[in-house]
Structures are given as structure tokens and as C-alpha cells.
T-cell receptor, first 114, second 115 residues
Framework: GENVEQHPSTLSVQEGDSAVIKCTYS??????FPWYKQELGKGPQLIID?????GEKKDQRIAVTLNKTAKHFSLHITETQPEDSAVYFC?????????????FGQGTILTVHP | ETGVTQTPRHLVMGMTNKKSLKCEQH?????MYWYKQSAKKPLELMFV???????ENNSVPSRFSPECPNSSHLFLHLHTLQPEDSALYLC??????????????FGPGTRLTVL
């Protein structure tokens, strides 16, 4: 089955700096890669996603890049703010089913210091 | 917020109790999911229901019993649990329109503690 590795497990940055979280996946058939943000006491919420026919996607301060050959994808947050502090999860979908079948990474605890 | 609600938000139960977790989605989605989130471990998919039919059961012990009476409601019935079952249980739903690449929308979770 699919295996997703996520690094780093914790990341501490100063407000205004950039943050980068990286994930690798094992199943070359995976074709959908969402990123979720989980704040304390809440469920994960989608912040951005990318599909295998696209190499990069941006949404304001957030961007995701995908390298299918190397089987890795990354989340980039620019101009970080304290409210960006949360746990971030990457995931990969194996596809082949009508419903979603996501495999998640272990999560990254991002702390943005004012 | 996300259109997926879960009750109760917190639950403490003994190993001999029977309890149920409830999930409701107000998004008109066709697929619903149960995940287990333990400390320092990735989210683990437990069950998937597609159009009220169970389509995935990821080797979950029989002390967890899901039920999906309609496409808007999902239950997780619990009995004779173990302390290691203590975790955050998350429900999610998705539209099922793009062949497995739909966004999944999560509820806030139920924090379960087994004594």
C-alpha cells in the first residue's frame, strides 16, 4: 500500500519568515495530494491540493509543488503569521476508487513566533 | 463550520461500557469516513461508506462497529474497548465526483478516553 513520509515533525519560524514542509510517497499511481491544517480542538481543514497533472499551485501565501519523478511534494508558506501556527498534514490518494482513500503523513507542528 | 458535525465532543468510558459516536454531514455528500487520530501517529482510515454501503474496513477490531443508516449520518458503536483505543475519532465526508480525488471535509472529532 501507499506510504507517506513527512518532514520535519516540528518547525519553528519567526513571523514573516517562510516555512517549507516536505512529503514523499511510495505509490507512483497516487494522483491527488491534499494538505490539511489542524488547529487545536478542530478537525483537519483542507488548505490547498494538487493533482498529478500539475507541477505547482499557489493560493495567496501558500503554494504546493509536486515532483512526480521523485515522488515528493512540498508545502510552502510565505510571510508566516502567528495564526499559521497549527499541525499540517500531507496526504496522497491512491485513486482507483470512486471514494477517497487518503494516506496521511505523520504531521508537522508549525510554530510561528511573533 | 465545515458542514460535518460530531457528537459527543468528549467521551470517557470504562472498558465494559457500550457507547456510540455520531456524525452528521449537511453537504449532500455520498461518501463518509471514520478516522482514528492517535498521538504521534498519522491519521488512520478505519471505515468508508459509499452510498450507505461499507466499502472499506481497514482491519479494524470488531469492538468498533460502524453504521450508516443514510447518506447524511454515520455512527461508530463502541463496546469492550481497551485503553489503547483512547484517541480522537474523526468523521469526514466527500462528494464522490472525481474518482477518489474529492476533497474530504472533516468534523471536529470526538476525544475518546477509555479507562
Amino acid at each position: 500500500g501507499e506510504n507517506v513520509e513527512q518532514h520535519p515533525s516540528t518547525l519553528s519560524v519567526q513571523e514573516g519568515d517562510s516555512a517549507v514542509i516536505k512529503c514523499t510517497y511510495s505509490d507512483s499511481a497516487s494522483n491527488y495530494f491534499p494538505w490539511y491544517k489542524q488547529e487545536l480542538g478542530k478537525g483537519p481543514q483542507l488548505i490547498i491540493d494538487i493533482r498529478s497533472n500539475v507541477g505547482e499551485k499557489k493560493d495567496q501565501r501558500i503554494a504546493v509543488t509536486l515532483n512526480k519523478t521523485a515522488k515528493h511534494f512540498s508545502l510552502h508558506i510565505t510571510e508566516t503569521q502567528p495564526e499559521d501556527s497549527a499541525v499540517y498534514f500531507c496526504a496522497a490518494s491512491q485513486g482507483g476508487t470512486s471514494y477517497g482513500k487518503l494516506t496521511f503523513g505523520q504531521g508537522t507542528i508549525l510554530t510561528v513566533h511573533p | 463550520e465545515t458542514g460535518v458535525t460530531q457528537t459527543p465532543r468528549h467521551l470517557v468510558m470504562g472498558m465494559t461500557n457500550k457507547k456510540s459516536l455520531k456524525c452528521e454531514q449537511h453537504l449532500g455528500h455520498n461518501a463518509m469516513y471514520w478516522y482514528k487520530q492517535s498521538a504521534k501517529k498519522p491519521l488512520e482510515l478505519m471505515f468508508v461508506y459509499s452510498l450507505e454501503e461499507r466499502v472499506e474496513n481497514n482491519s479494524v477490531p470488531s469492538r468498533f462497529s460502524p453504521e450508516c443508516p443514510n447518506s447524511s449520518h454515520l455512527f461508530l458503536h463502541l463496546h469492550t474497548l481497551q485503553p489503547e483505543d483512547s484517541a480522537l475519532y474523526l468523521c469526514a465526508s466527500s462528494p464522490e465526483k472525481t474518482g477518489g480525488t474529492d476533497t474530504q471535509y472533516f468534523g471536529p472529532g470526538t476525544r475518546l478516553t477509555v479507562l
